[in-house]
């Protein structure tokens, strides 16, 4: 079910940089631990980045660590991805989603909440 909106895709040149944000209207973050994912054509999907509801821990993907940063200001009930660096092959269409809980369950996890996805698309 569609819980959460992404924005802040679209076209960037090989080494530039994007933000991605993930909010909901309805409901507080607060309480939810989140997760960036990606999927390209015809590629399964990728967890990309995860956050704890506090904002204390994070995990990364290695294809994106030393690139992307994941964090969140939950006064503003949003949650970030700093993509710097970045290369043809994070093209994809990157989705949040999150389950209520304070810790990240590993990416292999079945999550409740998605958003309807935003285009990164990196070419030159």
């Known amino acids: 079910q569609l819980q959460f909106v992404e924005s802040g895709g679209g076209l960037v040149q090989p080494g530039g940089s994007l933000r991605l944000s993930c909010t909901a209207s309805?409901?507080?973050?607060?309480?939810?631990?989140i997760t960036w994912f990606r999927q390209a054509p015809g590629k399964e999907r990728e967890g990309v980045s995860c956050?704890?509801?506090?904002?204390?821990?994070?995990n990364y993907a290695d294809s994106v660590k030393g690139r992307f940063t994941i964090s969140r200001d939950n006064a503003k009930n949003t949650v970030y991805l700093q993509m710097n660096s970045l290369k043809p092959e994070d093209t994809a269409v990157y989705y949040c989603?999150?389950?209520?809980?304070?810790?990240?369950?590993?990416?292999?996890?079945?999550?409740?909440?998605w958003g309807q996805g935003t285009q990164v698309t990196v070419s030159s």
């Open positions: 989603a999150g389950i209520r809980n304070a810790n990240c369950p590993g990416f292999s996890y079945e999550y409740d909440y």
């Open positions: 309805k409901f507080t973050l607060v309480y939810y631990a």
């Open positions: 956050i704890s509801s506090s904002g204390g821990s994070t």
